[in-house]
């Protein structure tokens, strides 16, 4: 049967292999080996029941229990008689150890299985996030390259331009001279502020200049000018040694959260809480009152995604809660010491 079995499946040449590339297969592969598997299960099954009829059968004819009883009488003496039924509660017990062991196979069999769909999960996660961060960063080379060519290239003209005048200007021109004079120092004014304005999106000078708190402070004060909502800012605790890495990343969370609630929330008031939650561990809470989000259904932007990667690349978590109506709540827990930030205490 086997053999025909054999001659009935296709056989591929070397010379005329190909590739399957249907991103299908990976997913159907897992189906058709269950598939596969009933009729093996099957033929398996009734190995074993042929191979018990063929030794009931051989034994009934040779009649193998009385021989066996002939044998082992002269041993009466060591209750030899009693071992078949020893041997049958030790293949009773070895068939219960093989069940339970294939339960425990098939059990890590399905964690497995979760945890590689969990990996594949993940790395289209990642793959996305990548793609999103590499987008995100030519739009703003891009926005940068406008800037520097509208605003710098522009002043740098008018500067030009201004020098230019004072070269053709009369020595007994002193008015002309200096109103041009002026007219530079305005332009040179000018680009510093835009210049100003080009780093501290590059990079928020304040938290060299001030220190976390008082950065954090002069963010909530600024955007509360800018937006026109009203801005509360409260900390607790010694902030002042997280460190760089850890300041930077409390400054943009709390920036981008922001951003969001001026874009989207339709708030009235926000306050936020930075302080140390517990020993070792620092606390920032931003909660706004307006018209919240359902967070099961809502679409996290590039923003929040990438303030969550970046608490996430240092151990941390960022919970986001809110109800529609009810406001939005952002609550995020980061360790003050590398390598203790595993099992954060949820707010």
């Known amino acids: 049967m086997l053999a025909q079995l054999a001659r009935g499946l296709p056989r591929d040449s070397p010379t005329t292999a190909s590739v399957n590339t249907d991103s299908s297969a990976p997913t159907n592969a897992p189906t058709r080996s269950a598939r596969a598997s009933i009729p093996r299960a099957l033929a398996d099954l009734m190995l074993v029941a042929a191979a018990t009829a063929i030794v009931f059968a051989t034994a009934a004819r040779l009649e193998l229990y009385e021989a066996f009883s002939r044998w082992i009488s002269p041993f009466e003496r060591y209750q030899a008689d009693e071992?078949?039924?020893?041997?049958?509660?030790?293949?009773?017990?070895?068939?219960?150890?093989?069940?339970?062991?294939?339960?425990?196979?098939?059990?890590?069999?399905?964690?497995?299985?979760?945890?590689?769909?969990?990996?594949?999960?993940?790395?289209?996660?990642?793959?996305?996030?990548?793609?999103?961060?590499?987008?995100?960063?030519?739009?703003?080379?891009?926005?940068?390259?406008?800037?520097?060519?509208?605003?710098?290239?522009?002043?740098?003209?008018?500067?030009?331009?201004?020098?230019?005048?004072?070269?053709?200007?009369?020595?007994?021109?002193?008015?002309?001279?200096?109103?041009?004079?002026?007219?530079?120092?305005?332009?040179?004014?000018?680009?510093?502020?835009?210049?100003?304005?080009?780093?501290?999106?590059?990079?928020?000078?304040?938290?060299?200049?001030?220190?976390?708190?008082?950065?954090?402070?002069?963010?909530?004060?600024?955007?509360?000018?800018?937006?026109?909502?009203?801005?509360?800012?409260?900390s607790d605790g010694a902030l002042d040694e997280l460190g760089d890495t850890r300041n930077i990343t409390i400054y943009r969370v709390a920036q981008e959260a922001l951003s969001n609630v001026m874009r989207h929330a339709r708030a009235a008031n926000v306050r936020i809480g930075l302080s140390v939650a517990s020993p070792g561990h620092v606390q920032l809470k931003i909660q706004d009152d307006g018209i919240g989000m359902d967070v099961a259904a809502a679409h996290r932007g590039l923003g929040l995604l990438g303030a969550a990667e970046r608490v996430a690349a240092l151990g941390g978590r960022l919970d986001i809660d809110s109800r529609p109506g009810q406001g939005t709540r952002l609550t995020m827990r980061l360790s003050t010491e590398p390598g203790q930030d595993d099992n954060l205490p949820r707010p």
């Open 83 to 234: 071992l078949p039924f020893a041997l049958l509660i030790l293949a009773a017990g070895l068939s219960w150890y093989a069940f339970r062991r294939w339960r425990e196979a098939q059990a890590e069999l399905a964690m497995r299985i979760t945890a590689e769909t969990q990996v594949g999960e993940l790395l289209a996660h990642n793959r996305e996030l990548a793609q999103q961060l590499i987008a995100l960063q030519e739009s703003e080379r891009r926005a940068l390259a406008r800037e520097l060519h509208d605003e710098l290239g522009q002043s740098c003209n008018a500067i030009r331009v201004e020098a230019a005048f004072i070269q053709r200007c009369r020595p007994e021109d002193h008015a002309g001279i200096v109103a041009a004079a002026g007219r530079v120092s305005a332009v040179a004014e000018s680009l510093y502020e835009i210049v100003r304005g080009m780093l501290r999106r590059l990079r928020p000078a304040n938290l060299d200049e001030l220190g976390l708190v008082a950065a954090v402070q002069e963010l909530c004060e600024s955007w509360e000018e800018r937006s026109g909502i009203a801005c509360v800012f409260h």
